[in-house]
């Protein structure tokens, strides 16, 4: 089932084209069901025609049939059930899916709501620092867009391989922290957040963003908001649909 479920991802669809994805192998959740509904069937067959293989009373035997039910009404009583099980999992499924999207971009919207503030507030030593201005700004950006990736990667898995802005532009350093952390386990959105975090007090120190601690104690706050957002997102990722549900 797990690796059912790993080969065959989330459908990735256009609406001009959904007749075609009746008849997509990836994202299907046919072989994951076929898995529970072929030895299903061959049960339901084999005790349907079980008076034809193991004799005429077997049915009434093993208590298969109430004499007070009919056919119909285990029908509808089975129906229902199954009804309200699938109406229920499908309810779930789609508060699960659209609270972690939701997340997601409240993520994007505070993690860039923080470097637009840090590249906003650099504009007044522009003029005596263009270069010190210039190296941070493209610093980072690149941070930012790498720490974003992560966070998407940490959520989905490594079955996709996430976009970002230049990471080789970065200085040999940063480069050799970010490999000698990812070795040694550390989650490397933390590690790409503390970095931020560190770049954005020396610039203050070093007189790149010209601003009140107290106003640029707001830029902490959002990458804060930010990382919280994404640990609820995964947090829905990780944790398991209930076993007697599923």
Known sequence: ?????????????????LILLLFQLHGSLAPRALLFGI???MIGVLLAESDTFFGVSFQKEIGMFSPKATGSQLWTASTAILVLLLVFRVNRAMARFWEGTGLLHQMRGEWFDSVSCCVTFSRSAKATKKQEVMHFRHTIIRLMSLCHGSALKDIGGDE????TIDPLGLDSTTLHHLRKYKKEGYNRVEVLLHLIQCLITARLDDGVLKVPPPIL????????RGFVNLLNAKKIADTRFPFPFA
């Not at 989330?10 to 001009?16: F, G, L, N, P």
């Not at 996709?160 to 976009?163: A, T």
């Not at 104690?217 to 804060?224: A, D, I, P």
């Open 1 to 17: 089932v797990f690796l059912c479920f790993r080969l065959f991802g989330m459908i990735r669809y256009e609406e001009s084209w």
């Open 39 to 41: 030895p299903s069937a």
């Open 160 to 163: 996709e391989e996430h976009e």
């Open 217 to 224: 104690s707001r830029v902490y706050q959002t990458l804060s």
